[in-house]
């Protein structure tokens, strides 16, 4: 089943915001996302807000149809909610589920309706995440006219048994066709994603993929250790003895290997889990997120953040596509951050990025940890902040701990 949604206050029928959390508006980056829920099958290791034909069957408003209708009706009842301060928008993502299973059309709409309601800037960064097997070379070429910039495709692996294992359905031969569709459509950037530590996966495997990924010249990387999420099919397959859990040695061996071959291939990494060709080629839309910078999540189970509120839609497709009919907030609930709680998730989020926490960012406890994890290698400081070795990524959360009472 897809993940559940944590508890928190009442949202408010309409939507409104605290003046205090507007007024915030217009310091930091404000961003989009996008959720499109659909997915062709559900992979057995994933835990998104995903639906598939079969779940959600003839259900009133759970149709990939008139999805694209009901998000622009949020992203109008977003710019209400906003008011009519200047606020173009920096970073779209589309995200899922299966964006591109809603076809260029609709994404293309629901992006119109973007730059309508709240304009785009100049250099806004448009992404898509798309599987090898969900766009053909005129889907991109209809994105990139649309005013896509940047798309993500959702690699995982190229061995086949390591596909199978994780219910991918893509043919892995089809990752460098995509690659070069994208190209020729005029495609500033293009990602990769891949998972590493899958049941099965030798390191033999994950060298493959990872030289497979860099064959294709990919402008930004994505690498992930495979985690087992409770509740999903992949959990109950470990948990029935069908597979057994990621080893956490195995995981370390393999992030090792990925930095090291893809430093030397010229990504370099900027997140802990993310690495570039050059600063340009960053997830621009990533960063928003991991710096506290403000966005609007739409659709079904999306999460929003601005200036210390945070909220989160309902689940259901079929709930969601009601409330917005009748003209009523999707927000299942949120939460109000105090000053303590922001800085908190800033040490967590800045920690991991190569551009470093600074050490004003901690409270006296933090910076009396200081000395000691620079003493065991496991972070660096440079210009007042704090940056983590190759060491201190593998133990980024044990790290975070000690900066953190």
Same mark, same amino acid.
Not at 91 to 110: C, E, I, K, N, R
Not at 365 to 370: E, I, Q
Not at 376 to 401: P, Q, Y
């Given at each position: ?5 944590? /508890? ?37 290791? #994933? ?5 598939? %034909? ?22 109008? !009842? ?23 299973? &809603?076809? /260029?059309?609709? =994404? ?13 800037? $100049? ?31 959702? !690699? ?34 293009? /990602? ?13 495997? +994950? ?35 069908? =597979? $057994? !859990? ?20 010229? &990504? ?14 960053? #997830? ?10 403000? +966005? ?14 945070? +909220? +989160? ?12 009919? /009748? ?14 709680? @922001? ?8 920690? @991991?990025? @190569?551009?470093? =926490?600074?050490?004003?960012? =901690? ?32 133990? %980024? ?9």
């Amino acid at each position: 089943m897809p993940s559940s949604l944590p /508890s928190g206050d009442p949202a408010p029928a309409d939507g409104a915001l605290p003046r205090s959390a507007l007024a915030e508006l217009g310091s930091r980056s404000f961003g989009v996302y996008v959720h499109v829920p659909f997915c062709t099958v559900r992979c057995g290791y #994933c835990d998104f807000n995903t639906y598939t %034909a079969a779940e959600l069957g003839d259900q009133p408003g759970a149709s990939r149809a008139s999805y694209a209708e009901a998000a622009i009706s949020e992203i109008r !009842m977003a710019r209400r909610v906003l008011g009519d301060r200047d606020l173009p928008v920096d970073t779209v993502f589309f995200g899922g589920g299966t964006p591109t299973l &809603l076809g /260029s059309g609709d =994404l293309a709409a629901v992006l119109a309706a973007v730059a309508a309601e709240f304009g785009l800037a $100049p250099d806004a960064e448009v992404t898509t995440e798309a599987n090898p097997d969900s766009v053909a070379a005129w889907d991109l070429e209809a994105l990139r006219e649309a005013g896509f910039t940047r798309v993500s495709f959702g !690699m995982q692996s190229a061995v086949d048994r390591v596909l199978r294992t994780l219910d991918r359905t893509h043919d892995p031969l089809r990752v460098p066709a995509v690659v070069d569709w994208s190209r020729a459509a005029g495609f500033a950037q293009v /990602s990769l994603d891949l998972i590493y530590g899958t049941p099965g996966e030798s390191m033999a495997d +994950w060298a493959t993929s990872l030289e497979v990924a860099l064959g294709c010249e990919p402008d930004h990387l994505s690498a992930y250790s495979l985690i087992v999420e409770p509740g999903t099919a992949l959990a109950r397959r470990v948990s029935r003895g069908e =597979l $057994p !859990m990621p080893d956490d040695d195995d995981l370390a061996d393999k992030y090792l290997l990925a930095d090291r071959l893809l430093s030397g291939a010229g &990504l370099e990494w900027y997140e802990v889990s993310n690495w570039a060709r050059d600063r340009s080629a960053r #997830c621009r839309h990533n960063e928003l997120y991991w710096t506290g910078s403000h +966005w609007w999540g739409v659709g079904p189970g999306a999460h929003s953040h601005v200036g210390g509120v945070r +909220w +989160w839609n309902v689940k259901h497709p079929a709930a969601y596509a009601e409330r917005i009919a /009748s003209g009523v907030s999707p927000a299942a609930a949120r939460e109000t951050l105090d000053p303590e709680s @922001r800085r908190v998730e800033r040490v967590l989020l800045e920690i @991991r990025l @190569r551009d470093g =926490l600074p050490v004003l960012a =901690l409270d006296a406890h933090g910076r009396g940890a200081v000395a000691d994890l620079v003493a065991r290698g496991l972070v660096e400081l440079a210009t007042e902040r704090l940056v983590l070795t190759a060491e201190g990524r593998l133990l %980024a959360d044990a790290v975070v701990r000690d900066l953190l009472p």
